[in-house]
């Protein structure tokens, strides 16, 4: 069983999202406990496999005991290892949120369908994390962005057809790219295991196909990531999706494309590749200062909160970008350290978005005067979230950015690193419109009518005050992620 | 219980008292309750720690491992002991103060008020328990932003600016220091407190003076000018709120951070080598005599209050500047002295507006008649400030006059002499209107009284202790300075 362990983490969502149809006919209420069970029951098994190769190391699962590079094999090492929990704890998370929501946002007929889809999704980025075959994470790509296409088209508003419409575009677009890449790859080697490649490839560093091959990669998981300035489907994708795919959209699935990109970049190409053969880190690094700069700014000027909190996230991938750019340890560590950091307080922060969406029907930062006094815990949470956003110590996001940093001022990046700290600031711009106008607005202001505390469901505040509270705690007791972190970093950089 | 464990205490119990305030939020009398018992207590824990820290040992426990560069934890050492005591004390001072305040007042959001107090308190205790320059920084931090509600509590839009202003500065300051802390992670690989300074020979003298300057602009709490612009503005904040920024802990944390940099990073023969010594004594002149001239023209006298602390402060920085023994000392002591001195002039200043409703000191005039017990106590402090016995403030006048000798820096007497004729300048105009002016109006004052109890008792306690040092300036502060300018000097405790 133990050593089936990473199939199962495929077979059993594929399976219970099959049960969910079927048992949604019967009767709806069945499709969110099935959700629920199987997304707890692949969580506890993610920490299981987690422990395993911290303890024994790299697990190879050959698929139907087909040996690579014929047999598509499932790797699960220290990095997507680590990759993977975090990503079915954020589900974990989000499905507990998403039922209350959901009642709330979809129409009852759909929401079947809903769970479904949501679960399908969940199902492709696990398989893109922990598949060992460059065609294969190409097959779950796809899965999980047909379901995102439309999970986003759920909320059955103009505005969210449109924002399903333009990232349909967008994201074929970037698998376009990929295949192309992965084909060229295919023509450069004659294999599609990534171990296999990794071994292959150097003897054809020097050839045109393998260039073109890493460009397009690179483009299509940039548009993927909505990296700047590839980001144009997420802030429309991010406001006008509901509540709930929002939270998982821009917690899991924005950390596994990112992951898909690193494991590109570092394990089936190199660093030598990319600092050497093929000099692309000095620019990424570039392009990420430039988005960390930018998101943060286009943040400040929007009006509506979950369009804001989207705006954040195209600056938050500037800070996962730019450990790509610097590309040593510390930078890396604090990279990966983001990807967990950013995907919990940006998780926390979108919930808090769907809660007084839930509660007050509206987003519009105009129409949240004094808000903390309706939904004290959520603003509290949201004020949490935030400071970690910010990069206030001792949180989780604070953490992260000094290792950033630290690894930039190690790089010799001495300008880039100061560039990271004055744009961090930005990111208290736009955290302190929401807390200004939720805490401070309301005093004085003409209609003062005693709002009494009404909070949303507590299935919606539990989730979210755990992932506030996780902002503060993770930072606390950084250390005891980075064990988890360090090897996974040393992994990236070809080490032990 | 272990002695060792106590730094650690001390800070967890205003940080407990912190989770208690919201819960009990409804019941006033136990919220404020929890506040008074958490203040006494980490009085009392600081207290315990003073017989061995007088004797002098440290007290050294880590707590959490963090990030390459510094671990989370505390050391408590003399130095230390002095902000930390400074703090206990106002801290309980100004508790008792703020209740009666807000109270009279009926100002909202009280709950809000005394959490962020509490956790403020136990962020300031941190940066003077700080073991390394992160621990400080992470403390620091938390600082300026538990405060940001304090400042904006009275939440006008006038309010609000001011909040982005203070937010503003500090948060970029924050980015500074932080940068320099890192900086001094990768020139030493390590960010623990030495005593005498860990920097000499790790690089260039450009590098170290660059990070001087980074240094300087992280510790923008000290509001040395140009950068000081976030106190005054800072003033709209509820009078407590005031005297917690001006002399329990947040501009104390500032300069605090410096004189910790000058003798435990630098050190002082590093800093003279490297000349910044005489940078910091052209700043420290140049705050000393503007923001006293600044002083002048005010006429809001929490306004006064603020530019005399921005000149004060510098007083600090002109003490480290001069790089002896006898500057160290008066900057050390100048951090209780002005202290105990400051909160009495600024409780005063909340007396008058919660028994009066004035601001202005054209307004206060003949305020003394219905006040006297108040002006007095606001006259004691002033004169104290201005240098005159029996008060605290001549102590640290002196050592400065003996530090610009000693260091070679004669000059630096003319800059001492010219600020006490300004603080006489603008203090006794003040002194004149309370206590010998006639209102105006005679009838426009007949509804003032003396404030209520709880509020009178700190005044007079703050003026008694500022009494007290005088006295006995050895027991506990002078005592503690020496054994920490012993420290840094590297000779044998006396």
């Known amino acids: 069983m133990i050593d089936h362990l990473p199939v199962l983490l495929i077979a059993v969502p594929i399976l219970s999202a099959l049960l969910i149809l079927l048992a949604g006919w019967y009767d709806r209420r069945f499709c969110y406990p099935i959700s629920l069970i199987t ?66 946002e979809i129409d009852p007929e759909k929401r079947i369908s809903f769970y479904v889809l949501f679960q399908l999704l969940v199902t492709g980025l696990v398989g893109m994390t922990i598949t060992g075959d460059i065609f294969n994470l190409y097959v779950f790509l796809e899965i999980s962005s047909i379901a995102t296409y439309t999970l986003i088209a759920s909320a059955r508003r103009p505005r969210s057809y449109v924002a399903s419409f333009n990232y349909l575009v967008l994201g074929s677009i970037a698998a376009g790219f990929i295949l192309l890449g992965i084909g060229n790859l295919y023509v450069a080697t004659g294999t599609l295991n990534m171990a296999d490649l990794a071994l292959l490839l150097p003897a054809s560093y020097g050839l045109a196909t393998v260039h073109t091959a890493f460009l397009f990669l690179l483009i299509g998981f940039s548009i993927k990531v909505a990296f700047f300035p590839l980001h144009l489907w997420l802030p429309d994708a991010y406001t006008e999706a509901p509540s709930a795919v929002t939270v998982l959209i821009s917690t899991v699935m924005a950390k596994v494309s990112v992951y898909a990109l690193f494991r590109i970049v570092f394990t089936v190409f190199t660093t030598a590749y990319v600092i050497d053969t093929f000099a692309v880190t000095g620019f990424i690094l570039f392009i990420a200062t430039v988005a960390i700069i930018a998101g943060a700014v286009l943040a400040i000027a929007q009006n509506d909160l979950k369009r804001m909190l989207a705006y954040s996230s195209i600056s938050q991938i500037g800070y996962i970008m730019f450990a790509l750019g610097v590309a040593n340890q510390l930078a890396l560590e604090g990279g990966l350290l983001h990807i967990l950091g950013h995907a919990v307080m940006k ?123 996780l902002c503060l705690f993770l930072g606390v007791f950084v250390e005891v992620v980075m064990e988890a972190v360090r090897p996974a970093a040393m992994l990236l950089l070809g080490g032990a | 219980m272990d002695a060792g464990l106590l730094p650690a205490v001390t800070i967890a119990i205003p940080l407990l008292a912190a989770v208690l305030i919201p819960i009990v939020g409804k019941h006033e009398n136990i919220r404020e309750g929890v506040t008074i018992t958490a203040a006494v207590t980490m009085l009392g824990s600081v207290l315990a720690m003073l017989p061995p820290i007088l004797s002098g040992s440290r007290i050294t426990i880590p707590l959490l491992p963090m990030v390459p560069g510094g671990d989370l934890a505390l050391r408590v050492d003399a130095f230390g002991m002095v902000f930390a005591l400074t703090a206990a004390v106002l801290w309980l001072l100004n508790s008792f103060y703020a209740i009666g305040y807000m109270r009279s007042l009926q100002e909202h959001a009280q709950t809000r008020f005394f959490f962020c107090f509490a956790v403020a308190i136990a962020a300031a205790v941190g940066i003077a328990f700080s073991e390394n320059l992160l621990t400080l920084f992470v403390f620091y931090e938390i600082l300026t932003i538990i405060t940001y509600p304090l400042v904006v509590h009275v939440e006008t839009p006038a309010a609000m600016k001011a909040g982005r202003k203070y937010l503003a500065y500090l948060l970029i300051g924050g980015i500074f220091l932080l940068a320099a802390v890192i900086l001094t992670y990768i020139l030493t690989g390590t960010t623990v407190f030495v005593p005498g300074g860990f920097l000499a020979g790790s690089g260039s003298a450009l590098i170290l003076q660059v990070l001087f300057l980074l240094f300087m602009v992280g510790f923008v709490k000290a509001a040395w000018m140009p950068l000081h612009g976030w106190l005054p503005a800072a003033m709209v904040a509820p009078t407590p709120v005031s005297a917690f920024l001006h002399a329990v802990a947040v501009v104390t944390a500032g300069v605090f951070g410096i004189v910790r940099v000058a003798g435990w990073v630098y050190g002082m023969d590093l800093m003279a080598s490297l000349g910044l010594g005489i940078f910091l004594a052209v700043i420290a002149s140049f ?45 050390m002591a100048h951090i209780p002295i002005h202290a105990f001195l400051k909160i009495t002039l600024f409780f005063v200043a909340g007396a008058v507006i919660v028994s ?129 300018i012993a420290e840094i000097t590297g000779s044998v405790v006396p």
């Open chain 1, 39 to 104: 997304i707890l029951l692949q969580f506890g098994a993610a920490i299981a496999i987690l422990l395993e190769v911290m303890r024994e190391g790299t697990i190879r699962y050959h698929l139907g005991g087909w040996a690579p590079p014929l047999g598509i094999e499932l790797v699960i090492d220290s990095f997507n290892g680590f990759i993977l929990a975090v990503i079915l704890f954020l589900s974990a998370a989000t499905v507990v949120y998403a039922r209350r929501s959901v009642e709330k």
């Open chain 1, 347 to 469: 998780g926390c922060l979108f919930m808090v978005a769907g809660l007084i969406i839930y509660r007050m029907g509206t987003s519009q930062l105009s129409d949240l005067k004094g808000v903390a006094k309706t939904m004290p815990i959520s603003c509290a949470a949201f004020a949490l979230a935030g400071a970690s956003m910010i990069g206030i110590p001792p949180t989780i996001g604070f953490m992260s950015k000094y290792y950033l940093v630290l690894g930039a001022f190690e790089a010799g990046q001495w300008i880039y690193a100061a560039v990271l700290l004055v744009g961090s600031l930005l990111a208290a711009g736009y955290i302190w419109r929401f807390i200004e106008i939720a805490y401070f607005g309301d005093h004085h202001s003409e209609d003062r009518r005693p709002a009494p505390a009404r909070e949303g469901p507590v299935s919606m505040l539990v989730p979210m005050v755990a992932l506030a509270l």
């Open chain 2, 287 to 331: 705050t000393i005599v503007t923001a006293s001239l600044f002083a002048l023209t005010e006429d809001n006298l929490k306004r006064r209050l603020a530019y005399s602390t921005v000149s004060q402060l510098s007083y600090i920085l002109l003490g480290v500047s001069m790089l002896s023994i006898a500057g160290m000392t008066a900057a």
């Open chain 2, 356 to 484: 009066a409703g004035k601001e202005c000191i054209s307004e206060m005039k003949g305020i003394g008649r219905k006040m006297p017990v108040t002006a007095l106590m606001f006259s004691a402090a002033a004169l104290g400030i201005c240098g005159l016995p029996p008060l605290a403030g001549i102590i640290s006048k002196i050592y400065l006059a003996l530090g610009a000798v000693e260091g070679g820096m004669p000059v630096l007497l003319l800059v001492i002499i010219a600020s006490t004729v300004l603080n006489a300048a603008y203090f006794l105009p003040i002194i004149h209107t309370m206590l010998l002016q006639r209102p105006d109006d005679e009838r426009s004052l007949d509804s003032v009284t003396e404030p209520p109890l709880v509020m009178l008792i700190p005044i007079v306690l703050t003026v008694a202790v500022s009494v007290w040092i005088f006295f006995s300036p050895s027991m506990p502060f002078m005592d503690l300075i020496d054994i920490a």
